[in-house]
């Protein structure tokens, strides 16, 4: 018997076998995960499969489909599965139980369930709700035209569509929502980038905005890297926790006019270098609409007119920041009393004066003091106490020790991150008393430096 070239070692015990009915027997009582991982490695080998492999092939694949049938086989497992049988469908396609059959528009076609059920949670549970006609099930969809089915179809056996490109950008459109509804994310991902040939400078933004409204998150991502390669001036991306971000390298007119067209889809704004002192960053936020947080890391420079203007956000970056004192740090926490998140990490110049107002933030969560190494034990108790309601504390590179670190164990009851990387003067019995005081602490640290 020929097994594949390149079988991994765990896998040659096989090659002893005599038939390919005993080698799947001995792969069947070495476990589920070994039957799966042999399966997707030996899809990869087209030669195999076709010189004679498909024998023991289909005798997996039906094994695997019985597991998924009988809820034994997770839905992670059988994507894995499905798509490593699209990458050499053709030399599978006669491994494939066509167990069921849809009906769309009047015609009967003929389908492999465990293809489709392992790639849309709709399609899953259509399956799962719909009673067997002599052992086999029917599926209608009423809604679904026939050429869009057809489409539907030879993505799921072969993860592509080969001619959809020729179809009108309307059309594609339609088909990236569809493919939202069901719940195929990765024939989203792929009809959204065929359809990004279709994007223009003209039309980008507008699309944007369209994918921004309807929740089409690909096609979103697509705009975004489409609009970023043109030079606006700005780069504009999704971040899943906050929506759509932009950020300024520099400020230019079309920037302008791009963030005035995006005012009401953007969360979320990064000014880089010296934009932060450009009278035109007051405009920019007066534009934004629901601006939840904004990054001014790095920056070197900041006007007067923004420190006085400055807006209130729920999450703060100023990590880095030359122009940052503690009058200024004072004034931009008046300024912002809701926080949640606030980075100061790499702000050296920082002292008590302005660490002991952190008590204004009362709903700040996460608090970021990294890299600041002119901090003692004495200003890790004063931040222990004007944030006792801290979830997440990230002090890397700081010279805390022992007695500061019992100071947050005791004053910060509701911290459940604390990042101790490299503060290189914690003992490790100060480390062994914080997790005997809160065995439920994410403790991070490095267990060189204790």
């Known amino acids: 018997m020929k097994w594949p070239q390149f079988m991994s070692k765990k896998f040659w015990h096989l090659k002893e076998t005599e038939s390919f009915e005993e080698a799947f027997s001995d792969l069947e009582k070495k476990g589920q995960s070994h039957v799966i991982e042999f399966f997707i490695e030996s899809c990869e080998d087209r030669t195999w499969i076709t010189s004679g492999g498909e024998e023991l092939m289909r005798t997996i694949f039906a094994w695997l489909t019985r597991q998924y049938r009988e809820e034994l086989l997770s839905d992670a497992d059988a994507k894995a599965i499905a798509q490593a049988i699209q990458k050499q ?49 029917v599926l209608e969809m009423p809604k679904i035209k026939l050429a869009f089915f057809d489409y539907i179809k030879e993505f799921v056996y072969t993860g592509k569509i080969e001619f959809l490109w020729r179809e009108e950008p309307k059309y594609i459109l339609n088909f990236i929502r569809q493919a939202q509804k069901l719940g195929m994310q990765e024939m989203s991902a792929y009809t959204s980038e065929v359809y990004k040939r279709y994007l223009n400078p003209k ?24 609009a970023n390669e043109q030079n606006f001036g700005i780069m504009i991306e999704h971040r899943d926790t906050v929506g ?55 920056s070197s420079e900041i006007s007067g007119e923004l420190l006085e203007n400055f807006p209130a956000v729920k999450q703060l970056n100023l990590s880095g920041c030359q122009w940052l004192d503690d009058e200024r740090l004072l004034a931009i926490i ?7 998140q606030l980075n100061l990490s790499k702000n050296t110049q920082l002292t008590f004066r302005s660490l002991g107002e952190l008590t204004i933030l009362s709903r700040l969560g996460s608090l970021d003091l990294s890299y600041c ?9 004063l931040v222990a106490s004007s944030c006792p309601q801290i979830a997440e504390l990230y002090l890397r590179f700081c010279r805390i020790g022992d007695d500061g670190l019992k100071s947050i164990a005791e004053r910060c009851q509701n911290l459940a991150v604390l990042d101790l990387t490299d503060c290189k003067k914690i003992s490790k019995e100060g480390i062994e008393q914080l997790r005997l005081a809160r065995p439920n602490l994410e403790l991070r640290f490095s267990s060189l430096n204790v």
């Open 334 to 340: 008046q300024s912002s009393p809701g926080l949640v």
């Open 244 to 298: 759509l971000q932009v950020t300024f390298e520099s400020i230019t007119e079309i920037g302008l006019m791009l963030v005035d067209y995006l005012s009401r889809q953007i969360s979320y704004l990064v000014c880089r270098g010296r934009v932060p002192s450009n009278p035109e960053i007051i405009v920019i936020l007066n534009k934004i609409k629901h601006l939840v947080g904004l990054d001014l890391s790095g």
């Open 89 to 137: 469908f053709k030399a599978l396609e006669g491994i494939l139980d066509y167990d069921a059959d849809f009906v769309i528009e009047g015609k009967v076609i003929p389908v492999c369930g465990f293809m489709f059920q392992a790639q849309s949670p709709f399609f899953k549970e259509l399956f799962k709700r719909t009673r067997a006609r002599r052992r086999r099930k």
């Open 203 to 226: 039309n980008v933004i507008p699309h944007l905005r369209l994918a921004q409204k309807e929740f089409l998150r690909d096609l979103e991502k697509e705009c975004c890297r489409y």
């Open 373 to 381: 190494d002119q901090l003692n034990d004495d200003d890790f108790d």
